[in-house]
């Protein structure tokens, strides 16, 4: 896997601005409330999110977020394409992933980007 530039991270909520680069949400499912036009998503991958039962069982709870991550990290697993994607993309120009929860710290986002950049790591 490419050395991805630094991928930025946030709340699809937050006003678009011109140094996002591409912005790809990466929720299964689209923000309560926000149309595509405020949104300003370049890309949608819904593929790429916690399957339903996982992100439902999280509930964005700091206390599950270890078993979050290592199940999860078993989803990306499975996911080759679109892991593929957002490193090309993020390897060619800035990449800022989207999410919708409320939570800043324990996300989905959050996950793939650590999942990303622990599969950079071992790719050198």
Do not use: C, Q
């Amino acid at each position: 896997m490419k050395k991805s530039r630094a991928l930025a991270i946030k709340r699809v909520y937050d006003p678009p601005e011109s140094t996002d680069g591409v912005r790809i949400l990466v929720d299964r499912l689209w923000p309560r409330g926000l149309s595509k036009d405020k949104a300003k998503v370049d890309l949608w991958l819904k593929d790429i999110a916690p399957s339903d039962r996982l992100r439902r069982w999280f509930a964005h709870d700091p206390k599950k977020w270890t078993k979050f991550l290592r199940d999860y990290f078993r989803e990306l697993g499975e996911k080759d394409e679109a892991i593929k994607l957002v490193a090309e993309k993020a390897a060619a120009e800035k990449v800022t992933l989207l999410y919708g929860a409320k939570e800043d710290e324990f996300n989905n986002a959050v996950a793939l980007r650590s999942y990303l950049a622990a599969k950079t790591k071992k790719a050198k």
